[in-house]
Each structure stands twice: as structure tokens, then as C-alpha cells.
């Protein structure tokens, strides 16, 4: 059997963390089986679908990398097909024309809310011939769903889980002007498109056992199900923005790496011994669905961005680089051109040993793409005294006479120390509030080699002023 996995999100807003943790593990499981990852946009909620969250999506899942086997499916594409099965279940006498009105149905459901009891619909047009239809009706088409004994369901997350019948009514498969419902057309798609496997969050989990009516209904073959828990906020809430970013892009916008953000959603239900920092070829060597945990997991942003500092120091430093030449020119008071290229990438492999976030490495980088005169920050005006100006003058003198190399800088900088007497880092501090408008950056012999001798002298000269 080949397995087949899909992710069918609903195109009415931006990718939701807990959607990309269910496309993280529905990718992972079928390419640890050698199997296919397909994506199914369940869009027949045409009020509320759009083709700006559709690709939004489409979007989130390139950008973390969870590439998708085959074209990707349109749910309103397929309503013929799903109402023609619905009227297959007709003609084969399981399934029934319904002639309740919506009203009649809404007072019985608002008086039940009143009595504070479970309202279900009672089947009353299940065995009623349809020459009783009152006129004026457009009918529904319901399910005969069983009504003896129950539906067991062999769960790969959550177990065996058991429903009687009873609890489940004639749910609607078609409406009165001919439009397929949810549940039936999830059923219908997921046997078309041949999934093996459905692993989704556990909030479908009662949707579970009502597709499987349908499924039996039409003598299909069920899939395999798996149910993962929710994701809530540390404090065992609902994740909401008050815990913060919710969406996937929210996550790429604060500077996060994708295969950072997957690594932390991978680890957050699912484990393997102590590993923390998993690859994505071992993490489908692997990953296994039943492995996943029963109960809720909590978003630890902390952690996050622990991890993601960790990825941001294993990352190449072109693409780094890219990155934050990128963010730098979304700000538009920069000169983000090839020049400032060249110094972020000579000044990466420091940068990035500070940062936790993309947008952190962006902001120690920035000075580097600025020009003279520089934005100077409180610390950095403090430390520009009278007496570090003048001093600097003369470092600026001894600077000039090296060939700029890193050897060279850190010893004309010791030198010019041990010749006034003073600390290297009397010298450094006010030297790098001089090239940076700041007092924290990368060493001071790699700060001065990555601006390279020109801009270093002039940036020099101008605090020195």
C-alpha cells in the first residue's frame, strides 16, 4: 500500500501554527514511508474562501519547505462529483429527502438549548413517503446513519475510541438547493484522491465518526486515522496573539528559520529519546505518528528562540546574508547595495553568534549599511567624551599605517594601548561607539576589517570631531 497523506486547510485567514504542526507530521509520515503529501484547499465556504489566504498557504508551506506531491486539489472543484454520490446513497435507499423547514428546525433546537438538554434531529422524513412533502419545500438530503450498537474507531494517536450510534443523527449530506455539506464532501475527496492516511487535529475527531457513516454507507475502504492534540498557549489556554505570533508567517516575519520553526513543532507532542536538534532527512528517518502524545502540548516561545539562535549559528552565511540585506532594505533609510554586501558577509560568521532571530542579526548588522554621520545610541554618545575624541584621532593615525588585516589591526590596537598605558578596552569602546553608534558589536578587529580601511578611518574621523 502506498501512503498517501494530505493537508486540507480552509483558505479564510493565514496558516495557523497548529495547521503547519498537522502538514509537518502528515509530510513527514508519508515521506518516512516512501509515500505521497498532497494538498486538498477545502474552499466551498465561497463567503469566506480567498485567493489571498489560499495563497497565503500555498506560501507557508514553500517557505518551510513542505514540498507537495501533484497538483493541488480545489474542493469547489469537485461539488458535481460529491453531490452525484450523495444521490447515489439516495438511490440505494440510504440515504432520504428531508422536507423540515430551517425555522421549524431552529425552534426545536432553541427550545432544547432552553430545556438545556442535546438536541438532535429525530428523523421523522428517514421512512415517510414522499408524497407527505409539504409544498413549497425544497428538501434536504440526509444520511441514514446506523442507529444500533456503535462505531469503534482504531485510532494511531488517541487509541480505540468508541461512540454509540444513537448519539449520532441523520447528519445533512446535500442542501435544499443542491450544494454538498463538510462532512460528506471530505469523505468523497479523501477516497478519490486514494489517502491512506488522515491525521488532523482533535478537534475533528467527532467529524471522524460521522465521515465514517458515510464511508460505510458507500461500501469504501476507511483510512487510517490519527488525531493530534491541540496546541495551547503556556498557560494551558487556547492559543491566541496575546501569547504571541499565531500564523506562519508571523513566524518568518519575526526572524525565524523555518527549519528551526519545524524542528520546535516536531519536538512539541513528539519525541525520540533526548534529540532536540533534528535535521529534516532525520527527522523522516524518524518520525512515526503513533510516537505522538495523547495530550495537549504548550507553545514555549522562549524555547523557540533558543532553538532558532542554535539554527542561525549552523547557517550558511550567504544565505544569512540575504536575509538581512533584505530586511534592511524593507526599513528604506539604508544603503543596502553591493558594498554593504560585502561587509555583512565578511562580519556574519560574528554576527551570528549574537543573534536569536533573524530580526536581531538584521539590527546588529544595520550600522554597516548606514552612512556618515551615524544615528548614535545614549550609551554610545556617553562614551564619546572630549578625551575618547581625542584619542580616537590618534588611533585612527595608527590604524592608517597597517595594511588592514586582522593581525595587523589587533596588533597596531594593542600597541597604541601599551604605549598610553591603557586597556584595550579603554580603546575598544569608544572605538566601536565611533564605527557602529553602538557599545555591543562583533570584536572590534573584526568590526574594523569588515568596513575595511576607508570607511573605517572616516566613521573615525567623524566621531572624532
Known amino acids: 500500500m502506498t501512503v498517501r497523506t494530505r493537508f486540507a486547510p480552509s483558505p479564510t485567514g493565514p496558516l495557523h ?8 507530521f502528515n509530510y513527514l509520515y508519508s515521506r518516512h514511508h516512501g509515500g505521497e503529501f498532497l494538498l486538498r484547499i477545502e474552499d466551498t465556504d465561497r463567503e469566506r ?3 489571498a489566504a489560499t495563497q497565503g498557504i500555498i506560501n507557508s508551506l514553500d517557505w518551510l519547505g513542505l514540498e507537495r506531491d501533484g497538483q493541488t486539489v480545489f474542493q469547489s472543484t469537485g461539488m458535481v462529483r460529491h453531490a452525484e454520490v450523495a444521490r447515489e446513497l439516495l438511490a440505494a435507499g440510504k440515504a432520504y429527502y428531508c422536507y423540515c423547514t430551517p425555522e421549524e428546525l431552529n425552534r426545536e ?13 429525530d428523523g421523522r422524513w428517514r421512512d415517510r413517503d414522499p408524497s407527505q412533502a409539504p409544498a413549497g419545500v425544497a428538501p434536504v438530503i440526509r444520511l441514514k446513519s446506523e442507529r444500533e450498537g456503535e462505531t469503534v474507531l482504531e485510532d494511531l494517536v488517541q487509541g480505540s475510541v468508541r461512540v454509540a450510534n444513537v448519539e449520532l443523527d441523520d447528519m445533512i449530506i446535500l442542501r435544499s ?32 465518526f460521522r465521515q465514517i457513516q458515510v464511508y460505510r454507507a458507500m461500501g469504501w475502504e476507511l483510512p487510517r486515522f490519527a488525531h493530534i492534540p491541540l496546541i495551547h498557549g503556556a498557560d494551558g489556554a487556547k492559543l491566541s496573539k496575546r501569547h504571541g505570533a499565531q500564523f506562519a508567517l508571523e513566524f518568518r516575519d519575526q526572524g525565524f528559520l523555518p527549519e528551526a520553526l519545524c524542528n520546535y513543532l516536531l519536538r512539541l507532542g513528539w519525541s525520540h529519546g533526548d534529540l532536540e536538534v533534528l535535521g529534516r532527512e532525520e527527522a523522516i528517518r524518524l518520525f512515526d505518528i503513533a510516537d505522538v502524545n495523547r495530550g495537549p502540548s504548550r507553545m514555549d516561545y522562549a524555547k523557540l528562540t533558543n532553538l532558532n539562535g542554535i539554527y542561525i549559528r549552523q547557517a550558511d552565511d550567504e544565505r544569512l546574508t540575504a536575509d538581512v540585506l533584505e530586511r534592511l532594505a524593507q526599513r528604506g533609510n539604508l ?8 561587509r555583512i558577509l565578511a562580519l556574519m560568521p560574528a554576527l551570528k553568534e549574537r543573534a536569536k532571530t533573524l530580526v536581531e542579526l538584521a539590527d546588529s548588522a ?8 551615524l544615528p548614535m ?35 597596531a590596537l594593542r600597541g597604541f594601548a601599551e604605549r598610553h598605558g591603557v586597556k ?10 565611533a564605527l557602529t553608534g553602538s557599545t555591543v558589536s562583533p570584536g572590534i578587529d573584526a568590526t574594523l576589517a569588515a568596513l575595511g580601511r576607508d570607511e573605517s578611518l572616516v566613521r573615525i574621523a567623524a566621531a572624532s570631531v
Not at 501554527?17 to 509537518?24: K, P
Not at 492516511?197 to 475533528?204: A, E, K, N, T, Y
Not at 544595520?366 to 554621520?373: D, E, N, Q, T
Not at 578625551?387 to 597597517?402: D, K
Open 424 to 433: 584595550l578596552g579603554q580603546v575598544a569602546q569608544p572605538l566601536r561607539a
Open 377 to 411: 545610541e545614549p550609551k554610545a554618545t556617553a562614551a564619546l567624551t572630549p578625551e575618547t575624541r581625542s584619542m580616537l584621532r590618534e588611533v585612527g593615525a595608527a590604524l592608517a599605517g597597517t595594511d588592514f588585516s586582522l593581525p595587523a589591526i589587533d596588533a
Open 49 to 51: 474562501s480567498t485567493d
Open 17 to 24: 501554527i497548529g495547521g503547519v504542526r498537522t502538514a509537518l
Open 109 to 121: 433546537r432553541e427550545q432544547a438549548r432552553t430545556e438545556k438538554r442535546v438536541w438532535r434531529y
Open 177 to 208: 438547493d443542491g450544494s454538498p455539506m463538510y462532512n460528506h464532501s471530505v469523505v468523497v475527496d479523501d477516497h478519490d484522491m486514494g489517502i491512506s492516511h488522515v491525521i488532523r487535529g482533535d478537534d475533528h475527531l467527532t467529524n471522524t
Open 335 to 342: 544603503a543596502v547595495d553591493s558594498v554593504a554586501a560585502g
Open 366 to 373: 544595520a550600522f554597516l549599511a548606514r552612512a556618515v554621520p
